[in-house]
């Protein structure tokens, strides 16, 4: 006999990412990211962020802890700010990543890939 259709048994929920800015200087100035449930778009407080370079180098991870509102703040800087930019000689622009630690007690996962984020060098085109 074959089941149709498929079943929830309390799966893990997955989270993602939300930003206003996909592109952002590395002026110093404050970014927010927003972590929220997948499905429902709602906010998820109390998840841990580390913010990694990818094609942009930085001079180390910055880990912070979303508050009520599933929100962190972050500056983007040229070799400082919360995120420090290693820029390559001729490079103008490039991508950080962002990893998501659920709140241990939550049914929350992040095992999909979240969105990046591009920052442009200061005084670039």
């Given at each position: 006999m074959q089941i149709l259709g498929t079943f929830d048994f309390g799966a893990d929920q997955e989270v993602d990412i939300e930003f206003n800015n996909a592109v952002v200087q590395d002026d110093g100035s404050s970014k927010t990211i927003t972590v929220v449930d997948d499905k429902t778009g709602d906010p998820i407080p109390e998840a841990d962020v580390i913010v990694r370079g990818d094609t942009l180098s930085i001079a180390e991870p910055y880990t912070a802890t979303t508050n009520s509102d599933g929100k962190i703040s972050f500056t983007v800087g040229d070799g400082s700010g919360d995120v420090a930019a290693?820029?390559?000689?001729?490079?103008?622009?490039?991508?950080?990543?962002?990893?998501?630690?659920?709140?241990?007690?939550?049914?929350?996962?992040?095992?999909?890939?979240?969105?990046?984020?591009?920052?442009?060098?200061?005084?670039?085109?």
């Open positions: 290693g820029w390559r000689t001729t490079q103008e622009t490039g991508k950080i990543r962002f990893e998501v630690v659920p709140p241990a007690d939550s049914p929350y996962t992040d095992d999909q890939a979240n969105d990046k984020m591009t920052v442009i060098r200061s005084g670039s085109p």
